[in-house]
């Protein structure tokens, strides 16, 4: 299994947002993840799509965009066209999900799935094998910096069996509160993705970022 690092920029500095999202990039990571906020949804703002097109010139990683908006299949061409390689939407936000996954895929994008803490993973079972992706909120959406919620470890154990049983492989992301000293357990749990937005970028995000990789180094070669 592959183990990829995703580090949320909701967590760098506005500032200097491109210089922030190199940093990472040079430091080995493989995927930029893009936190796209409506107020709706969820109640903070965060950016769209001009954020999303200006940063795609800084690197050539994975752009992994995380849709928490209301109805994301309206936004969806416009994502793909800011530079999405892989476009994550909310099972809560879509009316119509097997359609939004279907848009995404037409886009030439990856379309991943996102559930909240309290969702049950038992909602996926009719589209396990249309998504490209699953992504397990382990705090509530919104704000970054929270601490993670220990019952989303059964979540991802669960989700992982549930794969193996439709003899499928596909990546599960976990989003939320993850850090150096409690990554284990979540890919012990069976996922491979991982987002870290403060233990990426609060002081040095470079040495931040290679403290990650060491220990995804740890678990390939298992």
Not at 52 to 81: A, C, Q
Not at 112 to 125: F, I, K, R
Request: hydrophobic share 45%; proline share 4%.
């Amino acid at each position: 299994m592959m183990y990829i690092l995703a580090p949320s920029i909701l967590s760098a500095d506005f500032s200097k947002l491109g210089e922030d999202v190199k940093t990472v990039s040079d430091a080995g990571a493989q995927y930029i993840h893009l936190d796209v906020m409506d107020g709706a949804f969820v109640p903070s703002i965060s950016f769209g799509m001009p954020v999303i097109s200006s940063l795609r010139k800084t690197t050539d990683r994975v752009f992994d965009v995380h849709m928490m908006v209301e109805e994301p299949g309206r936004y969806v061409n416009d994502v793909r066209k800011a530079g999405a390689d892989i476009i994550c939407v909310h099972q809560e936000a879509c009316l119509h999900l097997d359609r939004t996954i279907n848009q995404i895929k037409e886009t030439g994008a990856r379309a991943a799935v996102a559930l909240n803490p309290a969702t049950p993973v038992e909602t996926l079972s009719c589209i396990l094998k249309e998504a490209d992706m699953f992504l397990i909120m382990s705090v509530n959406p919104g704000f970054g910096g929270q601490k993670f919620i220990p019952y989303t470890l059964e979540k991802i154990k669960k989700l992982r069996g549930m794969l193996d049983e439709a003899g499928l492989t596909t990546d599960i992301e976990v989003d939320g509160g993850v850090n150096a000293a409690n990554v284990r357990e979540v890919l012990d749990a069976g996922a491979n993705v991982i987002v870290a937005g403060s233990a990426v970028f609060k002081n040095d995000a470079a040495a931040n970022t290679k403290e990650f990789l060491k220990i995804f180094e740890e678990y390939s070669a298992r």
